[in-house]
């Protein structure tokens, strides 16, 4: 029998139905981890891969993040039979003189996302890691915290760090200056930019951290400690979770977009938040159907090595689309999602009936993220403003195409010399030598007009784009006018979808379209008119560019650019139907008129996201 390499899905097999099977689930995810717990079990080094940090500290990685699932089950009553080698761990982790010292921090650290678990972990387990500690131990422990807390943490999310370390040491009878988780706090709010959202830390962009960081973060807060903070904490994610279940499909998948991909089910933490937190932003019933049913998508999917220990990637295993912050130890930030282990089996999150996501009919409009979320038969679609990320490998197909969906992902590129042979999905690629290319990397104009997303763009200095994205459901419309003072051959792709063995997918190209039908997926480009002909082609990607699928197909349109002004205009479908070339495909929508869109401009709002961080939204 040839292997599957799903088998080895930990989640595989399990109905993710009910509070024992969540807390199955988090036993079965942790147990591949124990055959590489160090000898003296303060570290866990999962393969040779390197992130940016120190050896020491992705160990540390590997040892701290399960405690952010474990640490609940231990709060809700789950028996956990290897809280003895954390309690070890822990002591020698800490302990300068011990040959598996963690490291001193000195400035700027990973040690100290790491000690934020290890704080929670201290709150609702003290009785596990901190009763077990001998006096020399306790006082090892308390130095190396006390000695971290000093040193100034990243400006984002990394400042909530802080915070829970110093409310471990409230716990745990331990002085500290207050004055400095006050200031955190203080700073925290500042990334507030109205109607639930945040941005992470002085950036032009909002991702998943937003859910599984910032909110994550101030709903344990809420319900650890009470004061203006976490009244402000609470009202914020009510709000939130009206937007951000937009995010999710009726499968359960969520939307792909932004960085830190690689720690998957985290993207459930939210709503595993309002759980912890006893905090009814939606009904619980959709809380609890959000939630486990993203877990839900989650096992089937190839995502954990032969020996069942989670992989760097998404949808599998894939080195490629990983930041350089991502150790093996990374993707257990996953264990997030089991937060709502820590309350009770009579807690209404487990005791009402999942309900389904209601369905959209229109457009959702997402200001503050300037995303217009469109139904597309189960999909969910992001027409997405474009945002910025020019620090991180892949920033572009992360934050700035044109479009993502939960079903398709997106791709990032795999050979920056490879214009003839690049997926583009999403994407308006822009090429002078047939070799090189450039895509929107970051916008100079971001407007929002009713449903209609407006950027103005530049992949040269001299050479300007001007983009609308306007919804059609189950088409998006894109056009483009493009200024350029000399000649550019240029690229533009729909959706990737999985490319089938033995060339058994059905590809048609032909002038002005290109469509693709798969084993199950169909999808197209046509053009609406464009100032020049363009070519239809059907891309078989590189493998392993995109996130779920590890072979796809992307139809593109082609076209030589003359110097000065032109207009790029198309229309994109992507739909779970092989039918769908003898339905929707054969009725595309129209043009939009030019003084239309021009108009629409003129009275857009600027997205919340893009507005110079400090100003009013």
């Known amino acids: ?230 009244k402000r904490y609470r009202e914020r994610a009510v709000a939130f979770a009206q937007d951000f279940r937009h995010w999710f499909a009726e499968d359960g998948a969520t939307l792909p977009f932004g960085r830190s991909l690689t720690y998957r089910f985290a993207c459930a933490g939210f709503w595993a938040a309002l759980a912890f937190a006893d905090l009814e932003a939606l009904p619980w019933g959709e809380i609890k159907g959000l939630c486990l049913r993203h877990l839900r998508w989650w096992a089937d999917k190839p995502i954990a090595d032969r020996d069942g220990v989670l992989s760097i990637g998404y949808g599998y295993p894939n080195l490629l689309m990983s930041e350089n912050y991502n150790s093996a130890g990374s993707p257990y930030w996953a264990f997030k999602a089991f937060l709502p282990l820590a309350v009770s089996e009579n807690h209404p999150f487990w005791t009402s009936s999942e309900v389904p996501l209601p369905r959209l009919a229109e457009p959702v409009v997402l200001r503050h993220p300037g995303m217009v979320m469109i139904p597309v038969k189960g999909d969910v679609v992001a027409l997405s403003s474009g945002q910025e990320n020019r620090q991180m490998r892949f920033g572009s197909e992360k934050y700035a195409k044109f479009a993502y969906s939960a079903r398709y992902a997106f791709s990032v590129e795999s050979d920056e010399r490879a214009f003839a042979g690049g997926a583009f999905d999403s994407m308006l690629a822009f090429s002078d030598d047939g070799v090189h290319y450039r895509v929107r990397e970051a916008n100079k104009e971001v407007r929002l007009a009713h449903n209609v997303l407006f950027s103005k763009w530049s992949p040269w200095p001299d050479v300007v784009v001007e983009t609308w994205l306007v919804p059609a459901s189950p088409w998006h419309v894109r056009v483009h006018r493009i200024a350029t003072p000399r000649p550019l051959e240029t690229a533009e792709g729909g959706f990737a979808i999985p490319r089938r063995d033995f060339e058994a997918d059905a590809l048609t190209a032909a002038e002005g379209t290109a469509h693709a039908i798969g084993a199950e997926d169909f999808s197209g480009i046509r053009d609406l008119g464009s100032t020049v002909p363009r070519e239809g082609r059907i891309q078989k990607a590189p493998p392993n560019t995109n996130l779920i699928a590890a072979k796809t197909l992307v139809p593109q349109l082609r076209a030589k650019i003359p110097s000065g002004e032109t207009i790029l205009a198309c229309a994109v479908l992507a739909a779970r139907n092989t039918s769908a070339v003898a339905e929707d495909w054969s009725n595309p929508p129209a043009m939009p008129d030019m003084a239309v869109l021009d108009a629409l401009r003129a009275e857009g709002l600027t997205v919340s996201a893009m507005q110079a961080p400090g100003s009013a939204p």
Do not use: C
């Not at 079990?41 to 040892?63: C, M, P, S, T, Y």
């Open 1 to 230: 029998m040839t292997y599957d390499p799903a088998s080895a899905n930990p989640l595989a097999g399990n109905p993710l139905e009910t509070r024992s099977d969540m807390q199955r689930a988090l036993l079965d995810l942790f147990d591949p981890l124990l055959p590489y717990f160090s000898e003296g079990n303060a570290r866990v080094r999962l393969d040779a891969a390197a992130a940016h940090f120190d050896r020491a500290a992705a160990d540390l990685e590997g040892f701290a993040r399960p405690l952010w699932g474990l640490a609940p089950f231990a709060a809700g009553g789950g028996n956990f039979a290897h809280w003895d080698r954390y309690a070890e761990g822990i002591a020698n982790g800490t302990d300068p003189g011990h040959p598996e010292y963690w490291g001193q921090v000195n400035g700027r650290d990973q040690r100290m996302v790491e000690l934020a678990a290890l704080g929670f972990a201290l709150v609702l387990a003290p009785e596990k890691l901190w009763e077990p500690l001998n006096g020399r131990e306790r006082d090892n422990l308390v130095s190396y915290l006390l000695h971290a807390r000093q040193f100034d943490y990243a400006d984002n999310n990394w400042k909530f760090f802080r915070v829970f370390v110093d409310i471990a040491l409230d716990r745990l009878g331990i002085e500290h200056d207050r004055s400095l988780t006050k200031a955190y706090l203080t700073e925290l709010d500042g990334f507030y930019i109205g109607g639930g959202w945040y941005r992470d830390g002085n950036v032009r962009r909002v991702d998943h951290y937003i859910a599984f960081a910032m909110h994550f973060y101030g709903l344990i807060y809420a319900r650890l400690v009470e004061d203006d903070h976490a």
